[in-house]
């Protein structure tokens, strides 16, 4: 059994050379970050808010913070449905 992983014709030692290899190209799924630019304002209003937003990680417990992003995921996309009983599968 080799431990080879093999997509789209090329051959990997592991994950990690997969996600290097991927890195390098122009479109990348392998790291599950997405990279985009931001318009100026964009990134001056995300610059401005980073005090705040650093005090409020500092006070705030992990699980109080995941539960604002699924909150605040699922209005953005209106499907607040897909809140309802979220806590009976986590």
Not at 4 to 13: A, F, H, L, Q, V
């Amino acid at each position: 059994m080799s431990n080879t992983i093999k997509t789209g014709g090329s051959e990997y030692n592991d994950i990690t050379q997969h996600e290097i290899h991927a890195l390098k190209t122009e479109l990348n799924l392998a790291d599950a970050h997405t990279h985009q630019s931001q318009s100026k304002s964009q990134q001056k209003s995300i610059v401005e808010n980073l005090p705040r937003l650093w005090s409020e990680s500092e006070r705030a417990k992990q699980v109080e913070m995941e539960d604002r992003f699924l909150i605040t995921f699922f209005r953005v996309l209106n499907q607040e449905d897909a809140l309802k009983g979220r806590w009976q599968i986590i």
